[in-house]
T-cell receptor, first 116, second 114 residues
């Protein structure tokens, strides 16, 4: 199956700093990537849909200026958590497919963010 | 608004049992449904994808069925093994104005005891 690489796996940062998370499709071109947030023992909450070369579409209640998403190439999307605060601590996961829908989703291994 | 619910939330069974995990969704206008497995602290692995025109899909000991009209899907796991212990999530694909996204269920945490 297709491989999606997510980096870093975990990050600890001080409150007020910004953190960038990368999501790469290694063996296919990902026209569309999705970013999710997951709290302990809860399901995945879609934050935004990222399409290559265009602005991301954010879900209701997700702050665009807080969670900056860039999808500059067909194999890379980044999520930057700006001015992180303890309440931003969570597990962030990206997923990707070729962008036409109706296909299997492939997920990165996730990033555990802890903000002190 | 599409809502996806999974029952039970948690399940603990002895090895060898056959299991049924349930997924229900409120809006039948879906394009497909996928079942995923998630190990603790990890990403998700796609297990089965059922297109909206299909009734079921099988892979090894796993069988997933889909009844769009009633808003339900089941994942059947035959002869469960300790290695099956994980959280199982279902997700439905919805589309709107040329865009698509996946809505995830609440998950079932499965523990298979040796």
């Amino acid at each position: 199956g297709a491989v999606v690489s997510q980096h870093p796996s975990w990050v600890i940062c001080k409150s007020g700093t910004s953190v960038k998370i990368e999501c790469r499709s290694l063996d296919f071109q990902a026209t569309t990537m999705f970013w999710y947030r997951q709290f302990p023992k809860q399901s995945l909450m879609l934050m935004a849909t990222s399409n290559e070369g265009s602005k991301a579409t954010y879900e209701q209640g997700v702050e665009k200026d807080k969670f900056l998403i860039n999808h500059a190439s067909l194999t890379l999307s980044t999520l930057t958590v700006t001015s992180a605060h303890p309440e931003d601590s969570s597990f962030y996961i990206c997923s990707a497919n070729t962008g036409t829908g109706g296909e299997k989703l492939f997920f990165g291994s996730g990033t555990q963010l802890s903000v002190l | 608004k599409q809502e996806v619910t999974q029952i039970p939330a948690a399940l603990s069974v002895p090895e060898g049992e056959n299991l049924v995990l349930n997924c229900s969704f409120t809006d039948s206008a879906i394009y497909n449904l996928q079942w995923f497995r998630q190990d603790p602290g990890k990403g998700l692995t796609s297990l089965l994808l059922i297109q909206s025109s299909q009734r079921e899909q099988t892979s090894g000991r796993l069988n997933a069925s889909l009844d769009k009209s009633s808003g339900r899907s089941t994942l059947y796991i035959a002869a469960s093994q300790p290695g099956d212990s994980a959280t199982y999530l279902c997700a439905v694909e919805v589309r709107n104005s040329g865009t698509y996204k996946y809505i995830f269920g609440t998950g079932t945490r499965l523990k298979v005891l040796a």
